[in-house]
């Protein structure tokens, strides 16, 4: 009898243990989140971008082009393709610093030259824009494109800004919830400019 007993509480420590192993780990990589925890980091990118818009009274859509790391911070410098809220105008040159991701200090600065067409949301406050001299020399390779339109401007938004992907990311989709953007398109045509398909031309 005493044996069974053994016996019995021996199976029962290796099923709990079993049963243990087979439980799944917060720290395993090959969890996956439950619907509703995708759903609350949602909720929470889509109150935090409804209170970014709610402070800031600049909103663009913009194409980075060169990233300078220095030991003060990093520079994001990028082109205007919309301008959604605020007065910088389409085609505009943009910077803003990231005070947080700098290298260590005495370490030389670091130019990265993007070259793909990534798209980007900036939310900034106006206080804090200034508007740059005429082609800037740290705009360099962006300001020699359109280097005879001079009137399209320079801006410096400070280091109070906020941007993120327009893409399928949990920013982006809070973006397209909280704000209807359409896409650029022409608004008025003088008759010289209007397409007319019989022409040939």
Known sequence: ???????????????????????????????????????NDHDNFLRGTARNLRQNDVVLAVIPYKIVKTDQGTAQYARVIQSLRGDI?????????????????????????????????????????????????????ASTVYSSQVL???????????????????PGRAMKKLLHIEPAKITAESEAARFQPESGE
Request: glycine share 4%.
């Open 1 to 39: 009898m005493v044996k069974i007993s053994l016996l019995c509480c021996f199976l029962s420590s290796l099923l709990a243990v079993a049963l243990h192993a087979q439980e799944p780990s917060s720290s395993s990589p090959h969890r996956v989140a439950t619907q509703e925890e995708i759903d």
């Open 152 to 170: 399209l401007g320079a801006y410096d938004l400070g280091n109070h800004v906020d941007y993120f992907p327009m893409t399928e990311s949990s």
């Open 89 to 141: 105008p389409v085609e505009a040159l943009v910077k803003w610093l990231n005070l947080y991701n700098k290298l260590p200090a005495g370490s030389k600065p670091e130019t990265i030259l993007l070259s793909g067409s990534s798209f980007v949301y900036v939310l900034a406050p106006s206080k804090n824009v200034k508007e740059l001299g005429k082609d800037p020399e740290d705009f360099n390779p």
